[in-house]
C-alpha cells in the first residue's frame, strides 16, 4: 500500500567533451542506472553503475568519461570540474515511494488513515516544487562554475526519441514476462498524465 511517493529531478547527461553528433557518444563511459541505462547503451555509451558517493572520483581518475543524473546531485558534488559539457536530453527521473503491506493498513484506526493519506498528498506536492525550483537553483550554479549547457544535436535527438521507445518496450516486456500483465495499461498511463501536465504547465 504505497502511500508517499516522490519523484526526482530530471536527469541529464554530464561529459568531460563536447557533442556535437551522434558519433562523439559513442563509447563513453557514463554512470547510469535502470531505464537511463538502457537509453544510454542504445545511444552507443557504455553504461556504469557506479554508487553515488564514488561519482566524483571516478570522473577525476578518468574511469568515467560522464553521468546521467540530477543537476541537484551533480551540483552537490560539483562534477563540472571533471564533466564541463551537458546535453540537455531527457533522460527520466527517479522516483521514491514509502509503503505499508494493505494488511497492516487495514489494521489502522480510520481516523490515522486519513492522516496519512491527507499529509501523503501534501508531501508529493511539497516535494515537487522542491524539485523544481531546486533544480533551476543548481543549474544556475553549475553554469556559474563553468558548466556549458547545449542542446542535442538533430542526430542526437533522433536517436534518443527511439532509444526511449526501445527502453519503454523492454521495461514493458521484462514485467509482462515475470507475469505482470497491467504493465502496458501502466505505461500508457503514465504517458497520458505526462501529456496533461505537460499541458497545465505550458497554459500557466
Do not use: H
Request: net charge negative.
Amino acid at each position: 500500500m504505497p502511500f508517499c511517493t516522490n519523484g526526482i529531478a530530471t536527469f541529464q547527461l554530464l561529459v568531460n567533451r563536447e557533442i556535437t553528433s551522434l558519433d562523439d557518444l559513442e563509447g563513453l563511459k557514463v554512470r547510469a542506472n535502470g531505464g537511463s541505462a538502457d537509453v544510454a547503451a542504445s545511444l552507443g555509451m557504455v553504461p556504469v553503475n557506479v554508487p553515488v558517493p564514488e561519482i566524483r572520483t571516478m570522473l577525476e581518475q578518468g574511469a568515467l568519461d560522464g553521468v546521467i543524473s540530477a543537476y541537484p546531485l551533480l551540483n552537490v558534488q560539483q562534477v563540472e570540474e571533471f564533466a564541463r559539457f551537458a546535453v540537455e536530453l531527457d533522460f527520466g527521473a527517479g522516483g521514491q515511494s514509502l509503503g505499508m503491506s494493505l494488511s497492516t493498513w487495514e489494521a489502522l484506526p480510520t481516523d490515522i488513515q486519513s492522516i496519512i493519506s491527507q499529509v501523503s498528498d501534501e508531501s508529493v506536492a511539497a516535494m515537487a516544487s522542491i524539485y523544481e525550483s531546486g533544480m533551476s537553483v543548481d543549474r544556475d550554479e553549475l553554469v556559474a562554475r563553468g558548466l556549458v549547457i547545449s542542446q542535442p544535436p538533430p542526430d542526437v535527438y533522433e536517436a534518443m526519441t527511439e532509444a526511449v521507445v526501445f527502453a519503454q518496450e523492454n521495461w514493458v516486456t521484462g514485467l509482462e514476462a515475470a507475469g505482470n500483465g497491467e504493465a502496458r495499461a501502466v505505461l500508457e498511463e503514465f504517458k497520458r498524465l505526462i501529456e496533461v501536465y505537460e499541458t497545465a504547465d505550458s497554459s500557466d
